[in-house]
């Protein structure tokens, strides 16, 4: 009897000390590109009154491939889609040739330099978002991992504070936290899901060479499926809610806009 007792127990502590290892995240281990890997980034912008009734709405979409030799990212076919009415049918879309091609060291402060963005054209605001969220969806899911612990939130007090981004303005992130919410399976891999937010962000817009001025605050929050064998990003999602005032010239009258953005960023099927 004491033998099948102790047998028990041992059965019990093995499980647990499985099903414990089956909830602790990778530390420390590096994001395993094997090559190239190419994803679709695309956003929608919906361009609301303080009531709701959605005045514009505009599509930006771009192909991200990172895994290039020398740790550099690309981008091509990013485009434009401006929808007919606030309820559709989309228009033609318009591609961004500025962006075809657009490539650099993926570190997570080059996009930040003040010159980064030298080719593109001042009114180019969501395609710099393009590249911005994709480096915020990577940091967030890829290299914080190791302070991630199952259903407590982390405070990423590191990415907390203003950011200036070039030739657009500054953005104050608030409080930065992320959640590890348990494991899930996309495009048959094993993942960490993992939440992150950011709520009463300070935001403030100065176009210069656009006219084009935004004062007021953002809320963004989303989810992240990252795979735990390789730390490549599996899908993630992102929405964004602005609220300001805009104004069409430094000194022009100005008005209240919410803008909404939700995005999908998500693996291309290999060729």
């Known amino acids: 009897m004491r033998t099948l007792v102790l047998l028990i127990v041992a059965g019990a502590l093995l499980g647990g000390c499985a099903f414990d290892n089956a909830w602790i995240l990778p530390r420390g281990a590096p994001v395993k590109d094997d090559g190239p890997r190419s994803y679709r980034f695309t956003v929608e912008h919906s361009i609301a009154d303080t009531k709701g009734q959605v005045i514009k709405r505009e599509r930006f979409s771009g192909d991200y491939t990172r895994g290039l030799p020398g740790g550099e990212v690309a981008w091509k076919n990013v ?21 075809e091609g657009f490539r650099y060291h993926n570190d997570g402060t080059t996009s930040l330099a003040a010159d980064f963005f030298k080719g593109f054209p001042a009114t180019a605001v969501p395609e710099r978002n393009l590249v911005w969220d994709t480096g915020m969806i990577e940091s967030f899911g890829q290299t914080q991992l190791e302070h991630l612990m199952l259903n407590q939130p982390y405070r990423f007090a590191t990415g907390n504070g203003t950011v200036n981004m070039p030739g657009v303005g500054t953005f104050h992130n608030r409080d930065v936290q992320l959640m590890w919410m348990g494991r899930s399976r996309r495009n048959g891999r094993d993942c960490a899901l993992i939440g992150y937010s950011a709520y009463f962000n300070r935001l403030n817009v100065a176009v210069v060479d656009a006219g084009i001025y935004l004062e007021g605050r953002s809320h963004y929050w989303g989810e ?19 609220l300001g005032t805009l104004k069409l010239g430094e000194h022009e009258p100005g008005q209240l806009v919410n803008v909404f953005r939700t995005g999908i960023f998500e693996p291309l099927p290999a060729r």
């Open 224 to 242: 992240i499926w990252v795979a735990l064998q390789t730390l490549q990003i599996e899908y993630a999602t992102l929405h964004e809610d602005v």
């Open 79 to 99: 485009s434009h889609v401006d929808f007919e009415t606030a309820d559709g049918p989309a228009g033609p879309p318009q591609k961004r040739e500025f962006m």
